[in-house]
């Protein structure tokens, strides 16, 4: 199921949660997480104070991933893909792609289309540049 979504209601969806996990990827390829707070300014999301690890990562391999868990096992996870860059002390990534995932519900169901997913997740289309 897709759901459009405005830039501006990635605010709206966002402020459903308390906090986000950053996800950078290391040189060995393992990835690092972190809790952060992003907020959204302008269509970029911004988080102060990335520690050490995550600027390095980021800085070598700028492609990011955030998760805001769920309140509930029953709710969904919010995940949002981006490029990431340092601006002074603050992160500041352009969003790419965004969803709302969850497990998918234990009844069988139909195949899952090609590059569909296939658990209970809608995609938030983000508008282009």
Do not use: K
């Not at 308390?18 to 997480?33: D, M």
């Not at 050490?52 to 955030?66: H, I, K």
């Not at 969904?76 to 995932?101: F, K």
């Amino acid at each position: 199921m897709s759901i459009p979504v405005e830039l501006p209601t990635l605010r709206d969806v966002m402020a459903r949660y308390r906090f986000a996990y950053l996800l950078t990827g290391s040189a060995q390829g393992a990835p690092h997480a972190v809790a952060v707070t992003p907020v959204l300014e302008g269509g970029v999301l911004v988080i102060d104070g990335v520690g050490r690890r995550s600027r390095e990562n980021l800085l070598a391999r700028p492609a990011v991933g955030l998760v805001w868990p769920p309140a509930f096992a029953s709710d969904y996870s919010l995940i949002v893909d981006g490029q990431a860059a340092m601006a002074g002390e603050s992160l500041r990534i352009a969003p790419t792609r965004a969803v709302l995932h969850r497990p998918a519900p234990q009844a069988p169901q139909a195949p899952a289309e090609p590059g569909a997913c296939g658990s209970d997740c809608m995609q938030l289309p983000l508008p282009p540049d």
